[in-house]
């Protein structure tokens, strides 16, 4: 990046920081540039999974950067300058099938943004590896409200109230099965689990969410497939690394996002398995804030690790036989 590039790509930072509602730390896009009209690049950072989750990057925070790039686009594509809410409700979120299986280096995306009518909009967002391989695809939509709409909607949050609310509360994670899957009780959502997401009412960021609840869903997956298995059920439901070595990777999924989990409020997080499908185990899950859902997702996951030995008595397709009894495949955790 060269000395003239700079001062044009702070630029289109503080105009696209000004038009949205969202801010640093969450805010985490470097060297923002438009390229046309509702076209915008940017460089992501890269986040390597953490197990469970097996893959270059985690899919939670690509989601995030993506959805968040997705909306700079369509915030600058607009004539004022004014500040207006983005609330990502629906998602498509895809790996690409010859995506690597690790990355080096920055990763670049790129988001063309649309305009439906006024108040929603939608983008296409793309992940590409610094030599242009293609990782990860994002076509997602936006309810867009003004700051007056959306404090009519969304009271004002006591802080401190939450913070000694959260301090007061019980940190520890519950884990329980539940029929076909797991129920984690999150606790109370704390308030640094919403900074830099929507100025004066710390929400928790969709794509958090999400992520715990596919986390939820991998754990499902992974106790439905091996049900025997005591080294990757039970006590290895609670903890962050199965001791057997199991890891998910999302595959694709689709998240519909009802409303917002506020700091303070109670989540609960629910995932279920579904069935076996081509290339992986479709899973179910929703998230609830104070009992009421927030958001749900519908997402297809593959198994990485030892072989899965599980019961495929009545399973008559070869195909979803294979997906059921996933053999060891080379390099576990890419």
Same mark, same amino acid.
Request: proline content about 6%.
């Given at each position: 990046?060269?000395?003239?590039?700079?001062?044009?790509?702070?630029?289109?930072?503080?105009?696209?920081?000004?038009?949205?509602?969202?801010?640093?730390?969450?805010?985490?896009?470097?060297?923002?540039?438009?390229?046309?009209?509702?076209?915008?690049?940017?460089?992501?950072?890269?986040?390597?999974?953490?197990?469970?989750?097996?893959?270059?990057?985690?899919?939670?925070?690509?989601?995030?950067?993506?959805?968040?790039?997705?909306?700079?686009?369509?915030?600058?594509?607009?004539?004022?300058?004014?500040?207006?809410?983005?609330?990502?409700?629906?998602?498509?979120?895809?790996?690409?099938?010859? *995506?690597?299986?690790?990355? #080096?280096? &920055?990763?670049?995306?790129? $988001? +063309?943004?649309?305009?439906?009518?006024? %108040?929603? !909009?939608?983008?296409?967002?793309?992940?590409?590896?610094?030599?242009?391989?293609?990782?990860?695809?994002?076509?997602?939509?936006?309810?867009?409200?003004?700051?007056?709409?959306?404090?009519?909607?969304?009271?004002?949050?006591?802080?401190?109230?939450?913070?000694?609310?959260?301090?007061?509360?019980?940190?520890?994670?519950?884990?329980?099965?539940?029929?076909?899957?797991?129920?984690?009780?999150?606790?109370?959502?704390?308030?640094?689990?919403? *900074?830099?997401?929507?100025? #004066?009412? &710390?929400?928790?960021?969709? $794509? +958090?969410?999400?992520?715990?609840?596919? %986390?939820? !869903?991998?754990?499902?997956?992974?106790?439905?497939?091996?049900?025997?298995?005591?080294?990757?059920?039970?006590?290895?439901?609670?903890?962050?690394?199965?001791?057997?070595?199991?890891?998910?990777?999302?595959?694709?999924?689709?998240?519909?996002?009802?409303?917002?989990?506020?700091?303070?409020?109670?989540?609960?997080?629910?995932?279920?398995?579904?069935?076996?499908?081509?290339?992986?185990?479709?899973?179910?899950?929703?998230?609830?804030?104070?009992?009421?859902?927030?958001?749900?997702?519908?997402?297809?996951?593959?198994?990485?690790?030892?072989?899965?030995?599980?019961?495929?008595?009545?399973?008559?397709?070869?195909?979803?036989?294979?997906?059921?009894?996933?053999?060891?495949?080379?390099?576990?955790?890419?």
């Amino acid at each position: 990046m060269d000395e003239q590039q700079q001062p044009n790509e702070t630029a289109t930072e503080d105009r696209a920081l000004r038009r949205i509602s969202v801010a640093p730390p969450y805010f985490g896009l470097t060297e923002l540039a438009e390229i046309g009209h509702g076209v915008v690049n940017a460089t992501v950072p890269s986040h390597p999974t953490l197990a469970p989750e097996a893959g270059p990057v985690e899919g939670a925070q690509v989601a995030r950067h993506l959805a968040i790039l997705g909306s700079c686009a369509v915030a600058l594509s607009r004539d004022d300058d004014d500040r207006h809410h983005y609330l990502a409700t629906t998602a498509h979120y895809a790996r690409m099938a010859n *995506a690597p299986a690790s990355v #080096d280096g &920055p990763l670049r995306a790129q $988001a +063309i943004g649309s305009w439906v009518d006024r %108040r929603s !909009a939608k983008a296409l967002v793309t992940l590409t590896t610094d030599d242009g391989r293609a990782l990860n695809l994002l076509d997602v939509e936006y309810t867009v409200l003004a700051p007056r709409m959306f404090r009519r909607f969304n009271p004002p949050v006591d802080l401190d109230e939450v913070r000694a609310a959260v301090a007061a509360a019980d940190t520890t994670e519950g884990v329980e099965r539940i029929a076909g899957g797991v129920r984690i009780d999150a606790g109370l959502i704390p308030v640094e689990m919403c *900074a830099g997401h929507f100025p #004066d009412y &710390p929400a928790a960021p969709v $794509a +958090i969410v999400m992520g715990k609840l596919c %986390r939820a !869903a991998g754990m499902a997956m992974i106790g439905h497939l091996a049900p025997n298995n005591q080294a990757t059920i039970g006590d290895a439901l609670a903890a962050p690394v199965d001791p057997a070595g199991h890891r998910y990777r999302i595959e694709e999924g689709h998240v519909a996002a009802t409303g917002l989990a506020r700091a303070g409020q109670h989540l609960v997080l629910e995932a279920q398995y579904v069935k076996p499908i081509r290339g992986g185990h479709q899973m179910q899950g929703r998230a609830l804030a104070d009992g009421e859902v927030v958001g749900e997702v519908d997402v297809v996951l593959s198994v990485h690790g030892p072989a899965l030995r599980a019961d495929c008595s009545g399973v008559e397709d070869d195909i979803y036989r294979d997906a059921l009894v996933d053999a060891e495949l080379e390099g576990a955790t890419s």
